[in-house]
């Protein structure tokens, strides 16, 4: 069997995936009537014309903006049954779902609004196509810690629903540090601490994921390659990665995917995983950054067999379901 042909039947895993950035142009306009709210796009021909990013804030401005329009619960669900959606055609029988609440709280959606919506989808995604799923909270790091610690003490009620934290949104000038007592509250909460760390911060904002935020996986973590230190570190400790390949281009953090690295970390020894990351705005969902890679990277059945693995490896499933999946490749 070819790569291209086992990636696009194999029951896969999807690591990393932020919810607001599955929201297509189509469902976008649709959910914006339905609000009765203007979009500064004539149309959705036009709207797609503004996905053209230099880096990652040029992408996260035109992400927030495209978040307004969700106002209630019934978009919340839609949006995220969407998604489900494409997890179905795709055979993606498990994901990882980030969402950011401060993005639609700040605007006074009520963190409740946001998480029933959710909730709701994966429910109905649980029963109706069999795939599994947990939630990421993630944190805007661009914003302070207190209003990071106000998220957290919202989610409270709500803890039986939500897996691990997160830390996202513009990396630069915001290291780890900001939020290691966000963090270690949030531990102490119950929640698995994960980070974006290394898309496009250095590689000591990875050091300081790894050692203040004590995170369990590494979100992208790409600029971990200039430290050899780092990377032995990460293989020996077997830190997950989870790679974002169609993302990293998009953003021009690599800048075409024949360059990118997920070959080169897998032959380290790094555990690496693919993900989408924002396939709304980056051209493709799971399937395709897998497709992507095998094409530009020259990627074998073992080394596609093996990133497939990973993704339930570095799950946070329990250990019978990830072993019961792990069973079925
Ligand atoms: N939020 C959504 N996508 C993101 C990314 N790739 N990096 C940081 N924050 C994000
Ligand atoms: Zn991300």
């Not at 953090?253 to 080169?264: A, Q």
């Not at 693995?309 to 019961?324: A, C, D, V």
């Amino acid at each position: 069997m070819t790569p291209a042909d086992y990636i696009k039947q194999v029951p896969k895993a999807e690591l990393h995936l932020h919810i607001e950035g599955s929201f297509e142009p189509e469902l976008m306009f649709q959910i914006a009537q339905r609000n009765k709210i203007a979009i500064p796009y004539e149309s959705i021909e036009e709207l797609k014309k503004a996905y053209q990013f230099g880096n990652l804030q040029d992408f996260l401005d035109i992400y927030y903006a495209g978040a307004n329009v969700l106002i209630h619960e019934e978009d919340f669900y839609d949006l995220t049954m969407a998604y489900f959606q494409h997890c179905a055609e795709e055979n993606v029988v498990h994901t990882e779902i980030m969402f950011d609440p401060q993005t639609h709280t700040k605007r006074g959606i009520a963190f409740s609004t946001v998480i029933n919506g959710i909730q709701k989808a994966r429910v109905e995604a649980e029963s109706k196509w069999g795939i599994s799923s947990l939630l990421i909270m993630s944190y805007l790091r661009h914003l302070s810690e207190e209003d990071a610690f106000d998220t957290l003490a919202q989610s409270l009620p709500y803890k039986h629903l939500i897996k691990a934290v997160g830390l996202d949104s513009s990396e630069k000038g915001n290291p780890p540090s900001k939020f290691q007592k966000v963090f270690d509250a949030s531990v102490k909460a119950g929640y698995i601490p994960v980070a974006h760390a290394g898309e496009e911060g250095p590689a000591d904002y990875i050091w300081e994921a790894l050692d203040l935020l004590q995170v369990a996986r590494i979100d992208h973590g790409n600029n971990c390659l200039s430290d050899i230190s780092l990377v032995d570190r990460l293989v020996n400790e077997k830190m997950a990665l989870t790679v974002c390949p169609l993302s990293n281009t998009a953003l021009r953090n690599v800048d075409e995917i024949k360059n990118h690295p997920l070959k080169k970390m897998l032959d380290l020894g790094l555990k690496a995983t693919v993900n989408s990351d924002d396939p709304a705005y980056f051209g493709g969902y799971l399937t395709q950054n897998y497709l992507d890679c095998i094409e530009a990277l020259d990627l074998t059945l073992e080394e596609v067999k093996q990133l497939v693995r990973n993704s339930f490896e570095y799950s946070f499933l329990p250990e019978g379901r990830k072993q019961e999946l792990i069973a079925q490749l």
